[in-house]
């Protein structure tokens, strides 16, 4: 079970680039990264909704677990997101963790894919 120390929201990405095969109910979507004391991140996919309303939305936001890694050996403490090329038509996910030994990684990501890390 993936127990969370920390969680980091990516920036909006416009989902006008087709991603998967699943639908989306909003033109935008983020990336949710949750880090745990097991040293696993969790990558889930959520769509953001047109519009917010107090009233209850037909729309229901869609939220879909991506993957599970091993990012680190020992507790997650820090994770933070950096959005490169937003305006290009093959926008580029960065994504950095750091653990409580003192490891940090960079992980190159596209949307629903982890490609690779660097890192101590």
């Not at 983020?30 to 745990?36: E, K, N």
């Not at 990558?43 to 991506?66: A, F, G, K, N």
Request: overall charge neutral; charged content about 10%.
């Amino acid at each position: 079970m993936l127990s969370s120390l920390v969680v980091a929201w990516s920036p909006m990405l416009l989902s006008h680039v087709k991603i998967s095969s699943i639908p989306q109910h909003g033109s935008s979507l983020s990336l949710l990264a949750v880090g745990g004391k097991s040293g696993q991140v969790a990558l889930w996919r959520v769509s953001v909704p047109e519009c917010y309303s107090v009233d209850q939305s037909r729309d229901p936001t869609t939220v879909v677990l991506i993957e599970i890694i091993q990012a680190h050996n020992s507790w997650i403490t820090a994770i933070s997101w950096a959005l490169l090329d937003s305006y290009s038509s093959n926008p580029k996910l960065l994504m950095a963790t750091g653990s409580y030994n003192g490891s940090v990684k960079i992980w190159l990501a596209y949307y629903e894919q982890l490609l690779k890390s660097i890192g101590t």
